[in-house]
C-alpha cells in the first residue's frame, strides 16, 4: 500500500473520531464530512481496493498499462498536517454551529515512519449546549408579520431546541420564500437577523427575530420600504436568442391572447391557447413566486420546449403601487426524432436478437401533442423437448401507435380543474404476433391513461381510464392444449376479452441532485402501488339487459369470453446509505389478483411468476413455484409456474469498488401461490399455516457496471432453501453447481 508513498511521507493509514457524549446525537461519522483529509476509501470490512488497485502500477508514468489502471484505482492519501489542523478548526466550528459552543477538539497523531503509515485521532468534547428558551419578533411592518406568523407549525425552530444556527438559516429561507408567496418580490434573506441574549453562566438563550428595510439601490431606487410587487404584463419569447434580447431585440410578430403577449419572430409553433393554459403569472395581480414555479413546471411539460427561462424585471412605481415584467423565454426542440434499437437476449440457455424501430413526432397539432410509433421484432432459438413440433423458434412481431396530450383530455370538465391537476393524457393502440411451437397468439389492445406529477416530482400517478385487451389464439397443437389438463389453465391460452381500469402510485424521497446530493441522505426509500379490476362494467351489462349466458355459465361479448377480476399489488423499498460508497438497501413487495364473476381463473398475463434477475435469484425467471409444486415437464413448465398470490423480500449490500465497478451481495426470499387448488398445480394453493413453510430463500453476488445513466448488472443467485416437493430441500448445506445456481444479467438496480 506504500508502494506509492514518496520517501519521507507517510500514508494516512486510518482517521478516528471520538465523541465523549454520544447520547447527544452527534454521531462521528456525521462530522466525517468537516475533515479536510481521510484516509482511502475502504469496503469489505477494511480493504483499500481502489489503492490496491492503483499499487499494481509501475513508477513508469510513460507506460499506458500504469497510465490506465491509476486512472481506474486512486493513490494513496499523503498525511499532511496542515490539513490535520484545518479539521479540528472545521470540526470547532461545526459543533458551534450545532449549538456546542464549549466544545473542545484534540487530536493524536501516531506516526510509524519506518512503516511509512501515520493515524490520526480527533477527541471531541462536546460542552454543555446552548438552548432556545424563547422566541421573539421585532417587525415593525404588520402586514409582513401577519405572513411571518400566520403558520408557525412549520418553523424549523422551536423553544426547547438547541441553537443551530444551521436551522437558523433555513428559517430565514422560508421566511423569505413565504414573503415572496405574497408579492414581496424584492425581499432576500439578509433582511432578516437575529438576537440572541443570554445570561451570565446559563445555556438558555433568548432569540428575537427582526427584519430591516430594504438597502438603497441604484436599480431599485423607489424601494425604500418593504411593500408587494404586482405584474404589469407577462411576454412569451418563442425563439430567445440572448445576444438580441441583452440588445433590446424581442421580435416584431406579436399576438396578444387572454392578456398574454406573445413574440413568435415568424415561428408560431405553439398555439397561443396552449401557451395561456400553461401561465399561471397573471397581469394586475399581485406577484407570487408559486406562480412562476407553477408556470415553469407547466412549460416543461411541452415536448417541443428544450429550454425555459423565467426572467423577472422590476418597472417602477407607478400610480402608487410598483410593478414588474415577466418575460418567459422559450427555446423550440427538433419536432420529429427516430431510434432503432438491436438487443441480444438470453432466456436460461436459449439465444435470441431484437430489432426495434421508434419514431416521434413532438408538435404534432402546434400543441406539443406527441406522436409515438413503434415496431420491433423478436426472435429466440428454444431448447427443450421440441420433438413433433413444426419449428424450434419463438417470433414475435410487436407495434404501437399513441398521442400523448400534454393536458387533461376529457368533455365537460372545467377549465381551472385542468390546469390544477395538470395531467398529461396517453391515447394508445398496440398490437403483438407471437409464434411459439406449440402456438399462435395474437394480443390487441386500446388504452386511454392520464399522468400527473406533483410539484415536488417525488410522487407520480398512473390512471388508466379504459384498458381494451383483446387475446386471440387461431392456432395451437394438440400436444400442447391436451398437456394442459386443468381446464382453467386452458382459459389461458383460449381467446379472451379484457376491459379493465387501473390506477398506479409512486412515491419517493429522492432529492433532485439541484436541491441536495442523494449521498447526504440517510435513508432513500420508495414506494409502489397499484390496483386495477376488469370486467365489472360489461358484467353489469349483461346482468341488467338479461343476457343469456353460455353453456359454461359465462358471459360473452362478439362471442369471446370476457375476463373479470381484481388485482391489487405494492412494493416498498427502503436504502440506507452507510457513506458515499457504500449503502444496504431492503426490499419487500406483496400482491393478490382474485378472479370472481365471469371468470374463475385469471388471465395468464395477468398472473404473477416467481424467480429471475428481479426477484428471488436462486432460480430463472418462471421457474418457482407455486407453494410446493415442482413441474415435470421442461417444456409446458412456464404454464404452471404461476399464481395469484405472491411475496417478495431482499437485502441486498451494495459498494463501490474501482472505477465503474460495484459489487453486490444479496440474500432473497419469496414465492408464488395460488387462491384455489388446481389440479396440474398440486401444492401452491396458499394456507395460512403453511405458507411460510414455501418461502423460497436464495443468496449470492454480483457484479455492477455503473455508466451514470445506466446500470449493468450480472447476478449469480443460489439456492439456499428450496419448497419445492421432491427436491433437495436445503441446498446451502450440499450445493451443486449445475443444479442450484443461477446466472442473471439485466440493466438496473432489482429494486
Known sequence: MTKHVPDGKMLLDNVKINVDNKQAGVQPNELTNYLRQTENHKVLGGMRLQLAIYSLSGKDSSRWFNRWIQRVGTPPVIYDSTLTVASVSQLHTALKNKGYMNNTVNYTVQADTAKKKARVTYDISLGEPYYIRSLAYNIDNDTIRDIVLADTTSFPIKVGDLLDRNNLDTWRQLLTERLRQHGYYAFNKEYITFTADTAAGSKAVDITLNTMAPYPTERMSYYTSHRPFYVRNVT??????????????????????NDITIMHCGDNYLKPSVLSACNFIEPGKIYNSDDVNRTYKSLSRLNIVKFINIDVRPVGEIEGKIWLD?????????????????????????????????????????????????????????????SGLINNNYSEYAAEVGVTYPKFKFPFLKQDFKRKVQASTDLATTFNYQA??????????????????????????????????????PKSTSHFLDSIKNPLLRYSFENHFIMRMGYNYYRTNKRSSSVLPTSHQTNVYTIRAAVE??????????????????KDGSYKVFGIRYSQYAKAEADYAITHIIDNRQSIAFHVGAGVAVPYGNSTVLPFEKRFYAGGANGVRGWSVRTLGPGSFAASKQQNRFIYQCGDIRFDMNLEYRAKLFWVIELGAFIDAGNIWTIREYDDQEGGVFKFNKFYEQIAMSYGAGLRLDFNYFLLRIDMGAKAFNPASGQERWPLFSPDFKRDFEFHFSVGYPF
Do not use: C
Open 326 to 386: 415577466a418575460f418567459v423565454l422559450l427555446q423550440r426542440d427538433k419536432s420529429q426524432a427516430f431510434s432503432v434499437s438491436l438487443e441480444g437476449t438470453n432466456s436460461a440457455g436459449d439465444l435470441g436478437f431484437g430489432l426495434g424501430l421508434d419514431y416521434r413526432h413532438r408538435n404534432l397539432l402546434k400543441g406539443s401533442e406527441q406522436l409515438h410509433a413503434k415496431l420491433r421484432i423478436s426472435y429466440e432459438s428454444l431448447s427443450g423437448d421440441l
Open 533 to 550: 379490476t376488469a370486467g365489472n362494467l360489461l358484467y353489469g351489462i349483461s346482468n341488467m339487459v338479461g343476457q343469456n349466458r353460455a
Open 436 to 473: 411459439r411451437p406449440e402456438y399462435t397468439r395474437i394480443i390487441a389492445g386500446a388504452a386511454w391513461r392520464y399522468l400527473w406529477t406533483e410539484p415536488s416530482k417525488q410522487k407520480r400517478h398512473t390512471f388508466n381510464l379504459i384498458d381494451l385487451n383483446y387475446v386471440y389464439v
Open 236 to 257: 412569451f419569447v418563442m425563439n430567445y436568442d440572448p445576444v438580441a434580447m441583452q440588445e433590446g431585440y424581442f421580435g416584431t410578430d406579436t399576438i396578444s391572447h
